[in-house]
């Protein structure tokens, strides 16, 4: 998840700027992701940009502050949102700002770029308390500012406990560490495979067992076939980012691309949303092929435990893009 760090030594410069922090440049040096009044910041900037986005269906005004999966469902959606209010004269369905209370920060120390840290949020998006937000903040240089890449949601008291030191920093895990059960930058591949085939790698549930239940029952319906594709995703903006749990296993976040084709039969019409046409090429005349980003969050085992099979804990999806055919 980190890049390697320069084979040439380099020099650790340290810069105290107006504000008193302290920036370090040098790919070795181990210290925190950020400050927590950074994380604090980095957290308030988004929820800015993020209502602001939402109040006036403007995918450029989170654009900066948002980036990989969780970006790629954020934009599409305020695309098609715009373009169904552009349809009913510019009138919106009601709006609510977002206000994220009692965040918790878990912030790892580690060397070079990217870095990032989670933050477990109250929402008041969801008012019996069922869910916390739980957000990634990814930086992949000094130069950049902090994006949301991963959302998860999930219940009180289902958050693992992360492993810390003396400080209250996290630790966190490599795209290939080697002491869990299935390595960061592995999990995508194995998800889609799990998809496609099944196997012991995955724990049963309503994100994999379950999930593959349900695409059985909905390949073949009267009048209606559907295919499904599944794609890993690990570069760039969607890397997968971890950190360690108090167990030895880590809480990991990865991405996925999925597609499903669905064709009519002949003589029938396809049902196309007005959020699937705000986002679709092409004519739908007899199947459209629906686009979907994915973030998963998932807990991973320690190698070598006895039970090795990863627990899927969330998965945040929604529609980018459609094909009519």
């Known amino acids: ?155 009180p008291g289902k958050m693992p406990e992360f492993k810390k030191d003396k400080d209250g920093w996290a630790e966190p895990v490599s795209a290939d560490d080697p002491k869990l059960a299935v390595a960061p930058k592995d999990l995508s591949q194995e998800y889609v495979s799990y998809l496609k085939d099944g196997g012991e790698t995955f724990a049963p549930g309503a994100l994999t067992s379950g999930w593959r239940t349900e695409r059985e029952k909905n390949a073949k319906r009267l009048g209606l076939a559907t295919q499904y594709i599944d794609e890993s995703q690990n570069a760039g903006d969607f890397a997968p980012a971890g950190l360690r749990t108090e167990d030895g296993g880590a809480l990991v976040f990865f991405s996925t691309r999925h597609f499903e084709k669905r064709t009519a039969a002949e003589g029938l019409n396809l049902r196309i949303g007005d959020d699937v046409r705000a986002l679709m090429r092409g004519d739908a005349k007899s199947s459209v092929t629906l686009e979907y980003a994915a973030g998963q969050t998932a807990q991973v085992p320690a190698k070598g435990t006895s039970n090795s099979q990863v627990s899927m804990l969330n998965r945040v999806q929604g529609l980018t893009g459609a094909k009519g055919e």
């Not at 009138?91 to 918790?104: E, I, V």
């Not at 990217?114 to 308390?129: G, L």
């Open 1 to 155: 998840m980190s890049r390697p760090a320069a084979a040439a030594a380099l020099t650790t410069v340290l810069t105290v700027t107006a504000s008193g922090c302290v920036t370090v440049h040098g790919e070795r040096e181990i210290v925190p992701s950020a400050t927590k009044a950074e994380a604090a910041e980095a957290l308030k900037d988004f929820t800015d940009a993020y209502n602001k986005a939402e109040k006036n269906a403007d995918p450029g005004a989170d654009a900066s502050r948002i980036t990989g999966p969780f970006g790629a469902v954020n934009q599409a959606a305020l695309k098609a949102d715009a373009a169904q209010r552009k349809k009913n004269g510019g009138k919106s369905g009601g709006y609510s700002p977002l206000k994220l209370t009692d965040a918790k920060f878990s912030i790892p120390k580690k060397a070079g770029w990217p870095r990032w840290f989670v933050a477990d949020t109250d929402s008041n998006k969801d008012t019996n308390s069922k869910f916390r937000w739980v957000m990634v903040f990814t930086k992949g240089s000094a130069a950049q500012q902090w994006e949301a890449s991963y959302l998860a949601f999930v219940a």
